[in-house]
């Protein structure tokens, strides 16, 4: 970009948990690579958990709005961010424009119905949360999510899956750009030391799979692995299964749950660990596969997993079946040999600067932004 912009980035929601997961991150990543790029960006999202709302994200200058829940309304996610609307038709006109991380929600998807309204240019990003599928998606995007994909300077799509699902919605009528997520290669220190540790950091959703992890740690524990495996995540349906399979290995805290890790300590939790075990299934591109790698923290996921080729082809960690036997084979090949293991995740780390660095990201953001101003 040759001249310096005013960008408005518009988030579903921000917590001290970071129950949002990936297009936060994603969100402020951007936000911040654009802003050290010499651009005027700002944050706009609901916000729930705050004692106090901040003024700033992830260093950058942000707009948060408390969500309450209202009634539920077909294939919208029930949250509304107090005081946003009327935020965001005094403001948004001082923006040359507006970057909207898209979902089927009360936050985003209004946001960019104004900025279509009010004539100011925007793009939307989708993060895999924009697909076809359910009756209730159809009675809200033939009105509604196919007239914002339509009128967006660009829709900013994960992959080529994601581009034919976006582009179905659309009638073929969005133009469409690949970006893939980026990240900044921490520089937080290592800080292993003590018995080995394995980690699970995501929601405990059914989808992520944490009883899997729980499962493999209760079986190598059982067969004398000495180490520690550790469950980070918000509950969100799976706590139940993983709370089982805990009772069942017995109340040595060596495998044990311990709720959601703040966004500003994600990357200093997960340097903490030897090795990040991924479970989910079909992970389209794990945000947290990245943030493991860019602290030097290598992998074991499933081969199912939208990275799994980045991370075999690296040598980052290993790719498995997916079932217990071939996560668990793999754990214990990697606590057990912790220079090994070190010596993964330093290759991931150098990969990840390469393939996934922010300056790949703001180039493309750059064209998706084209004339704006």
């Given at each position: 970009?040759?001249?310096?912009?005013r960008i408005?980035h518009?988030?579903?929601?921000?917590?001290?948990?970071g129950?949002f997961?990936?297009?936060l991150?994603?969100?402020?990543?951007q936000?911040?690579a654009?802003?050290?790029?010499?651009h005027?960006?700002?944050?706009a999202?609901?916000?729930?958990?705050?004692?106090?709302l901040p003024?700033?994200?992830?260093g950058?200058?942000?707009?948060?709005?408390?969500?309450?829940?209202?009634?539920?309304?077909?294939g919208?996610?029930p949250?509304?961010?107090?005081?946003m609307?009327?935020?965001l038709?005094a403001r948004l006109?001082?923006?040359?424009?507006?970057?909207?991380?898209?979902?089927?929600?009360l936050?985003?998807?209004?946001?960019?119905?104004?900025a279509?309204?009010?004539g100011?240019?925007y793009?939307?990003?989708t993060?895999?949360?924009?697909v076809?599928?359910?009756?209730?998606?159809?009675l809200?995007?033939a009105?509604?999510t196919?007239?914002?994909?339509?009128?967006?300077?660009?829709?900013?799509?994960?992959s080529?899956?994601?581009?034919e699902?976006?582009?179905e919605i659309?009638?073929?009528n969005?133009?469409?750009?690949l970006?893939?997520?980026?990240?900044?290669?921490?520089?937080?220190?290592?800080?292993?030391s003590?018995?080995p540790?394995a980690?699970?950091?995501?929601?405990?959703?059914?989808?992520?799979?944490p009883e899997?992890?729980?499962?493999i740690?209760?079986?190598?524990?059982?067969q004398?692995?000495?180490?520690?495996?550790?469950l980070?995540?918000?509950?969100?349906g799976?706590?139940g299964?993983?709370?089982?399979?805990?009772?069942a290995?017995?109340?040595?805290?060596?495998?044990r749950?311990?709720?959601a890790?703040?966004p500003?300590?994600?990357?200093e939790?997960?340097?903490?660990?030897?090795?990040?075990?991924?479970?989910?299934?079909?992970?389209?591109?794990?945000?947290?596969?990245?943030?493991?790698l860019?602290?030097?923290?290598?992998?074991?996921?499933?081969s199912?997993?939208?990275?799994?080729?980045?991370?075999e082809?690296?040598?980052?960690?290993?790719?498995v079946?997916g079932?217990v036997a071939?996560?668990a084979?793999?754990?214990?090949?990697?606590?057990?040999?912790?220079?090994?293991?070190a010596?993964?995740?330093?290759?991931?780390?150098?990969a990840?600067a390469?393939?996934y660095g922010?300056d790949g990201?703001?180039r493309i953001?750059s064209?998706?932004?084209?004339?704006?101003?």
């Amino acid at each position: 970009m040759t001249s310096r912009l005013r960008i408005l980035h518009v988030v579903t929601l921000a917590s001290p948990d970071g129950a949002f997961g990936g297009p936060l991150t994603v969100a402020l990543a951007q936000a911040r690579a654009l802003a050290d790029a010499g651009h005027d960006v700002t944050v706009a999202a609901g916000a729930r958990g705050y004692t106090e709302l901040p003024g700033e994200l992830g260093g950058v200058p942000a707009a948060l709005f408390p969500v309450r829940r209202v009634a539920p309304i077909p294939g919208f996610a029930p949250l509304w961010p107090i005081g946003m609307r009327r935020w965001l038709r005094a403001r948004l006109a001082d923006f040359d424009i507006v970057h909207v991380h898209l979902a089927r929600d009360l936050v985003t998807m209004p946001a960019a119905l104004l900025a279509r309204r009010m004539g100011v240019p925007y793009c939307v990003q989708t993060h895999g949360m924009v697909v076809p599928g359910r009756r209730a998606y159809a009675l809200i995007d033939a009105p509604v999510t196919r007239s914002v994909l339509e009128s967006a300077r660009t829709v900013l799509a994960l992959s080529a899956d994601e581009r034919e699902q976006v582009d179905e919605i659309a009638r073929s009528n969005a133009r469409i750009s690949l970006l893939h997520n980026g990240i900044r290669v921490s520089e937080v220190a290592r800080s292993r030391s003590g018995r080995p540790m394995a980690a699970f950091l995501a929601r405990l959703h059914p989808r992520k799979r944490p009883e899997v992890f729980a499962e493999i740690a209760r079986q190598l524990l059982g067969q004398g692995v000495d180490a520690d495996f550790v469950l980070y995540g918000p509950p969100e349906g799976a706590e139940g299964a993983v709370d089982a399979v805990i009772g069942a290995a017995g109340d040595d805290g060596r495998l044990r749950r311990t709720g959601a890790v703040a966004p500003d300590r994600v990357a200093e939790t997960l340097a903490g660990a030897d090795v990040l075990i991924v479970t989910a299934e079909r992970e389209p591109f794990g945000m947290t596969v990245l943030e493991a790698l860019a602290v030097g923290t290598p992998v074991i996921m499933r081969s199912d997993g939208g990275l799994a080729d980045f991370v075999e082809r690296s040598g980052a960690g290993l790719v498995v079946d997916g079932d217990v036997a071939s996560f668990a084979a793999a754990t214990a090949a990697l606590l057990a040999d912790r220079e090994a293991a070190a010596a993964m995740g330093a290759r991931g780390r150098e990969a990840v600067a390469q393939a996934y660095g922010m300056d790949g990201v703001v180039r493309i953001l750059s064209r998706a932004y084209g004339g704006a101003g």
